[in-house]
RNA sequence: GCGAGCGUGGCGAAACCGGUAGACGCAGCGGACUUAAAAUCCGUUCGCCGCAAGGCGGUGCGGGUUCGACUCCCGCCGCUCGCACCA
């Protein structure tokens, strides 16, 4: 009698015995004696609210992993944290008047429930907290020795202000260059903040990238790209002419322009010295110039994003100065302002060079500055090469250039720098787009900076034994601002160094601080005197894999980096001696789904009715709006749950209504879009496992998947499939290594046990290589297989015995709860999950034959089956033999006959 | 705007080092079982021509390298991610 599998019942009952055992906890290094160690690791989650199965794709992954080392008698670490603190605590607060701290513990109980669930390999004994003090404590003590060491400083930074709302805005919160409450136009303000020295790495964070040989090639290039090392040149352009009247001018100090180039070779082309908007200069004049004061109000107001400034109209102001062509005293060229010169990088001036330059040429062509072409590309007439709207920024012949006339781009860029050195001008220089990281925020819900202001005494670090600076619980989020700087006692302390009356540091930190070192918290999560043990850090770092999205690719994977380095150089941290925290990295696809709206629809006024302070429509209670068109109100367009959708008939309707739904675009799964499914439902209705198989199979782990009821029901009926199977055998399974009866070893026995030995070969690189797809894929094939091989004789119930003890195996990093119950139904002894992992027969695993495909002139032909390893002579002879070929043959010559051993014959004819 | 990546049947995809394009899953079609449905099982499914054998075309578009290109190179188009205060 078979039954159904039941997931409700299976799924919980597996992971209370896991859990009972212990199984899941990371061996001391002194218990683990002989093992390996290996970390895996998920980017750990941010505590928004609820899981959705979207989070589930990159646990899977890990967990896939972390398993398959078990397997394979690793002492492996796989632990789960909360990236704590974070903006939309925050917005909670102000939106629905909860504590921050409330919110993130609600949520981090209610998701801490949900991934378990998932019966992920979990050592949750080493769950960590970033918003708990014993973890920021230790945040703060580093962030004391880091100051000590020189790596922190205090420096002026640009950052959005919100002049209605009084506050700081992070860029997300600026939209079309508006608060995103307030809607006010946003104005650029400087306030002094803490940094990290990440530029005293640059060079070796740069060079370490090419060791990093288990990280993907896009995110070295990417890391590569934003260190962004060149070489260039820096030199002064003399000022000759201060502006029309003394005083508005340059200062007298300042009497010549620095400026940065990579392009010294193009210094004849020059047209024009443009400087950033918030150049000193530019703002001395800005001082008694009210135009020059309207640019940099009109520059300030785009925000402080880079994407935003590079999209914007460039745009300038004529300072009024002019400065002296560093090659010819005679040559003035003038000096602009223009908002596409980025002050935080090289000078915050540059020279236009429009022939060269996009930027710079639409900046020249706007303001009609003149210039001439100095390059010329290679193939041009340099009597007909001219540039009107297109620059040519690519290497070539300079001309147009007195001395440097004749070079080519390299070696014109070697003498220009060699002029200027020679003048005392200039000098070569290397540059790097990497700036510091300015890691200071006006908000509550961060890691206290331990620092105090002091009128008499400056600033000065908050003694290490009074760390803890907590966080008080005391807040209102009833005014704008950071509540920190409001509250009306927690800053008030006495200076320790004078004992006078001071005041606390009210900035926290980034929360990319917080994640910077998590995965070196984990190795010793409880010690309360150091942030970790460096005997254990040295042996479990560094993480040996690391998984999560690739928009981490750049900004949190390089704070890590720089924090693992600064934490070695400040004698927190033994090992790695390279500073690299994760040894092999994976960026994983997201998980995206269908979005459905509500339909926007025209309403008559007498169907609309008032609710509290809401527009809803008769009836149906839809929430509604005011509208343009013929009608004077409309239903609001609305996101709504792929729950409250249903199909009839191929066309989808609201749950329970008549009214169609629109779909829109297929996106990554967020709240906002709501084209969330939730995992518990999920979970109650096709278990945990169905969802775990189903993200690792449709698609490639690295790419995107699309989260569908099809692919649902295929993951759905392979449980089923394997269960039935596995109940249906109904006998123990061979036990691994057990000999064969001959019955097993000859006809369709053996080909089911050949196909299963070649399973594990495939399935165990498949995982390897992050190929899970692949090995699900593997999976379907095995189970296909044993469906196929009928009849009671030993031979088949051997192989198909052994077939499903593989196949349990196999799957079992992917579905562990289904795997577990066909283990103990097939005789398994233990745990499937601690079983080492199945080896394959070498003998039943080979080839014997290959199948040889035979072209002529690239087109296939025929095939030919030939022993594996089979003289190239004779297969070339069967292949120029075989009937199929020879026709096209006929009438042409043999020129040439290509044998690739055991992969194809190419023959060459005409 | 700058940097990076991706693009293969009706759909998700496979093809690992340049060597049979479409494994495997979903959906579809035909059939078996069934009073019926579900479930299950068998067969079939890139397009075009052909009764068939077979042929021709085909991996976003246009070129190139090669005996041979989804794979390498050049140029386009489309989508996605990052751009330093979202995490």
């Known amino acids: 009698m078979s039954s159904r599998y039941n997931h409700r019942e299976v799924e919980p009952k597996w992971r209370e015995r896991w859990a009972a055992a212990g199984i899941d906890r990371a061996l001391s290094p002194d218990e683990a004696k002989g093992k390996k160690k ?39 670490l796989h632990p789960m944290g909360w990236d704590a603190f974070g903006l939309p605590a925050e917005n909670a607060a102000m939106e629905r008047g909860i504590h921050p701290k409330g919110w993130t513990y609600d949520n981090i109980a209610a998701m801490r429930e949900q991934l378990k669930l998932l019966g992920l390999a979990i050592d949750w004994s080493r769950e960590i907290a970033t918003c708990d003090p014993e973890y920021y404590k230790h945040q703060q003590a580093m962030f004391l020795a880091f100051w000590k060491k020189g790596l922190v400083y ?8 919100d002049p209605v709302d009084n506050t700081v805005l992070a860029n997300e919160q600026v939209v079309d260059g508006r608060g995103w409450r307030s809607g006010a136009p946003v104005e650029t303000r400087e306030l002094e903040q803490w940094m990290f020295k990440v530029t005293a790495y640059a060079e070796d964070l740069l060079a370490a990238l090419e060791k990093l040989d288990k990280w993907p090639d896009k995110v070295r290039l990417m890391q590569t790209n934003w260190i962004g090392k060149s070489q260039g040149a820096r030199f002064r352009f003399e000022i000759s002419d201060r502006g029309p009247s003394g005083p508005q001018g340059a200062s007298e100090d300042a009497r010549s322009i620095e400026v940065f180039t990579t392009r010294p070779d193009t210094l004849f082309g020059a047209s024009f010295v443009a400087l950033a908007p918030d150049h000193p200069i530019t703002k001395r004049i800005a001082e008694t110039n009210a135009a020059v004061a309207d640019f940099i109000a009109k520059a300030g107001q785009l925000g402080t994003s880079e994407a935003d400034i590079e999209k914007a109209e460039k745009f300038g102001v004529d300072l009024g100065l002019r400065v002296k062509h560093p090659f010819d005293e005679s040559w003035e060229l003038p000096v602009w302002a223009a908002n596409f010169v980025l002050s935080s990088y090289g000078t915050g001036a540059i020279f236009g060079s429009p022939a060269g330059d996009q930027r710079d040429l639409d900046f020249a062509n706007k303001y009609k500055l003149p210039f001439k072409p100095v390059v010329l590309p290679p193939g041009a007439d340099p009597a007909t090469h001219a540039i009107t ?62 620092a105090i202001h002091c009128a008499k005494c400056g600033v000065a670090p908050v003694p290490e034994k009074d760390l803890p600076v907590a966080l008080p619980n005391d807040v ?86 720089f924090f693992t380095r600064a934490m070695r150089d400040c004698g927190f941290l033994d090992g790695p001696a390279d500073g690299e925290p994760f040894r092999s990295l994976f960026t994983q696809g997201m998980v995206v789904h269908e979005t459905y709206r509500r339909a926007p629809r025209p309403l008559q006024a007498d169907y609309v009715e008032r609710k509290g302070d809401r527009l809803v429509e008769k009836g149906t209670g839809f929430a509604a709006e005011k509208a343009d068109g013929p009608q004077p109100y409309r239903v609001s367009p609305v996101w709504l749950l792929p729950e409250e959708i249903e199909n009839r008939d191929g066309t989808l309707y609201e749950k329970g209504s008549l009214f169609q739904i629109e779909t829109g675009a297929v996106e990554k799964m967020s709240k906002s879009k709501k084209n ?97 797809n692949v090995a699900v894929a593997r999976g379907y094939e095995l189970v296909n297989a044993i469906a196929k091989l009928k009849g009671d004789g030993e031979g088949a119930v051997f192989a198909r015995g052994e077939a499903l003890r593989i196949l349990t195996q196999l799957i079992s990093p992917f579905m562990p709860h289904l795997a577990e119950e066909c283990w103990e139904t097939l005789g398994g002894e233990g745990f499937v999950a601690t079983a080492p992992w199945p080896a394959a027969d070498p003998a039943l695993a080979a080839r014997t034959t290959v199948t040889l495909p035979i072209q002529v002139n690239g087109k296939k032909r025929a095939e030919i089956e030939a022993p594996k390893g089979a003289a190239e002579a004779d297969v070339r002879e069967l292949a120029l033999q075989h009937a199929a070929v020879k026709p096209f043959l006929e009438g042409v010559t043999v020129r040439k006959v290509i044998v690739v051993p055991d992969r194809i014959v190419n023959i060459v004819a005409n």
């Open 38 to 76: 290996a970390y895996v690791l998920e980017m750990f989650p941010y505590p928004s609210g609820r899981i959705h199965v979207g989070h589930s794709r990159n646990y899977a992954m890990g967990d896939v992993i972390a398993r398959f080392r078990r397997s394979n008698g690793y002492n492996v």
């Open 154 to 161: 205090r420096k002026k930074q640009k950052v959005n202000w």
């Open 389 to 450: 709207t297109e620059a040519y920024a690519e290497d070539g012949v300079i001309y147009n250039s007195r001395f440097l006339d004749g070079l080519s781009t390299k070696d014109a860029i070697a003498r220009a720098i060699e002029e200027l050195v020679k003048l005392g001008k200039g000098e070569a220089t290397t540059q790097w787009r990497l700036r510091d990281w300015g890691v200071s925020r006006q908000r509550y819900w961060g890691c206290p900076i331990p």
């Open 476 to 561: 209102k989020f009833d005014k704008p601002g950071n509540p920190l700087a409001h509250h009306p006692t927690w800053k008030h302390v006495d200076c320790p160094q004078c004992g006078g009356k001071a005041e606390r540091e009210t900035d926290t930190l980034d929360t990319f601080v917080d994640s910077s070192w998590y995965f070196a918290r984990f190795t010793d999560p409880d010690n309360e005197a150091a942030p970790f043990d460096k005997k254990l850090a040295g042996y479990w770092l560094p993480v040996d894999q690391y998984v999560g999205g690739v928009e981490h690719a750049v900004l949190h994977l390089l704070y890590a980096r």
């Open 676 to 772: 969330v499914v939730d995992l518990d439902a999920f979970v109650q209705d096709f278990g945990a496992d169905v969802a775990r198989w189903f993200v690792l199979s449709d698609s490639p782990p690295e790419r995107d998947v699309e989260w569908t009821a099809s692919g649902v029901k295929g993951a759905w009926n392979f449980v089923q499939r394997v269960w039935t199977l596995v109940e249906a055998h109904g006998r123990p399974a061979p036990k691994p290594g057990e000999a064969a009866p001959q019955a097993a070893n000859e006809g369709e026995a053996l080909a089911l046990r050949q196909l299963a030995h070649r399973a594990i070969q495939s399935v165990t690189d498949d995982i390897e290589s992050f190929r899970f």
